[in-house]
């Protein structure tokens, strides 16, 4: 009988030997957090039910971020996972001198594909504990060409050191380097099935009429750890997201707008987190922001800007704010609230909690 087990230890040749054991008896893996308390990782572990028994063909368990409330568990197949790994190294032109890094959190899907891809396609592979500038430095000096990362670790590194990078997480930032590659994707899609805003091998994407997501792929997830399958019979994934088709270069590409939940709606008018942080990102006085709604009894709600000051002695007013957003979109766009932080609560991988 095939089970989940859990890895419990650092990244590193360990936890990819640990993994392949795993697979090779047939079981399912459940990569835990090691940046979790030991009683909260057992609390996991629990949830997950892990010991309990997988179906046969289960390759892997992974939480999701629990950003919106308790994380649930995305479970992959092995046919998944492989559809994941062959996808990607074909949009990437991963050859036989490429070499693999994982440095981002194996607990999450961005980290834990590194490996499953490097796994599956024998592409030489470095794994890291955890993001550390010289340890990335080091690993490139060393070899490694392709590295997965999020845009708060892109900006800590050299990315020419790399022949691509892979950036998921959340909003990339306004300049790229050339040599970066846009995702979009989520636990349930076993890592990111959108590059640069054209799908993926074998990704299909559906836009509904209220502008919902819709994915169908051979990367989906079988269903969630409690039996739930949120695949409709025709085979899409709702993915809670919001987005469009727009012009590019080489034809259409998917414009991501952001989470459903996270819309803000003030006096009647549709507003997008994402596009007024993108703004906002732009003032010299603001090192980091997140937007997000704050209800109000008048308005519905109204934009809250959260921001980390690039001098805590000046830090902007609101005024600037709203002045800084309103030269370049419309005056409603503008954060009506302020509020000064040191830093903003952040997933793993480097999403807001806007909650």
């Given at each position: 009988m095939a089970r989940l087990v859990a890895i419990d230890q650092a990244g590193g040749p360990a936890f990819v030997d640990e993994l392949r054991r795993v697979w090779d008896a047939g079981d399912a893996a459940?990569?835990?957090?090691?940046?979790?308390?030991?009683?909260?990782?057992?609390?996991?572990?629990?949830?997950?039910?892990?010991?309990?028994?997988v179906e046969d063909g289960d390759a892997l368990v992974v939480a999701t971020s629990g950003s919106t409330g308790r994380p649930k568990g995305v479970v992959l197949t092995h046919t998944a996972v492989a559809a994941s790994a062959q996808a990607t190294s074909v949009a990437l032109d991963v050859v036989?001198?490429?070499?693999?890094?994982?440095?981002?959190?194996?607990?999450?899907?961005?980290?834990?594909?590194?490996?499953?891809?490097?796994?599956?396609?024998?592409?030489?592979?470095?794994?890291?504990?955890?993001?550390?500038?010289?340890?990335?430095?080091?690993?490139?000096?060393?070899?490694?060409?392709?590295?997965?990362?999020?845009?708060?670790?892109?900006?800590?590194?050299?990315?020419?050191?790399?022949?691509?990078?892979?950036?998921?997480?959340t909003r990339p930032p306004q300049h790229l380097p050339v040599n970066a590659v846009t995702t979009y994707g989520m636990t349930e899609t076993g890592s990111g099935v959108v590059y640069d805003g054209r799908p993926l091998d074998g990704v299909e994407v559906r836009i509904d009429d209220a502008g919902g997501i819709h994915l169908r792929a051979p990367m989906l997830l079988r269903c969630y750890r409690d039996g739930v399958v949120p695949i409709d019979a025709d085979g899409w994934f709702a993915t809670g997201d919001v987005g469009r088709w727009v012009d590019g270069n080489e034809g259409p590409r998917l414009h991501v707008d952001g989470r459903r939940g996270d819309l803000i709606i003030s006096g009647g008018e549709n507003i997008w987190p994402d596009?007024?942080?993108?703004?906002?990102?732009?003032?010299?006085?603001?090192?980091?922001?997140?937007?997000?709604?704050?209800?109000?009894?008048?308005?519905?709600?109204?934009?809250?800007?959260?921001?980390?000051?690039?001098?805590?002695?000046?830090?902007?007013?609101?005024?600037?704010?709203?002045?800084?957003?309103?030269t370049a979109d419309a005056a409603y766009m503008a954060p009506q609230r302020l509020t000064l932080a040191t830093a903003l609560p952040r997933t793993a991988l480097g999403k807001p909690r806007r909650g």
């Open positions: 459940f990569p835990v957090d090691q940046r979790l308390p030991a009683p909260r990782r057992a609390e996991l572990c629990a949830a997950m039910r892990v010991g309990a028994e036989d001198e490429d070499h693999w890094l994982a440095c981002l959190p194996l607990s999450h899907v961005g980290g834990l594909s590194v490996v499953t891809r490097a796994l599956l396609t024998s592409t030489a592979l470095t794994v890291l504990p955890r993001f550390d500038v010289a340890e990335v430095i080091r690993a490139a000096d060393a070899g490694a060409t392709l590295v997965s990362l999020v845009p708060t670790a892109l900006k800590r590194i050299e990315p020419s050191r790399f022949r691509r990078v892979v950036l998921g997480g596009a007024v942080e993108a703004l906002l990102a732009t003032h010299p006085d603001v090192a980091e922001v997140m937007v997000r709604g704050a209800d109000d009894p008048e308005w519905g709600q109204l934009v809250e800007a959260v921001v980390v000051p690039v001098e805590n002695e000046r830090p902007p007013s609101l005024d600037d704010l709203r002045n800084h957003v309103k």
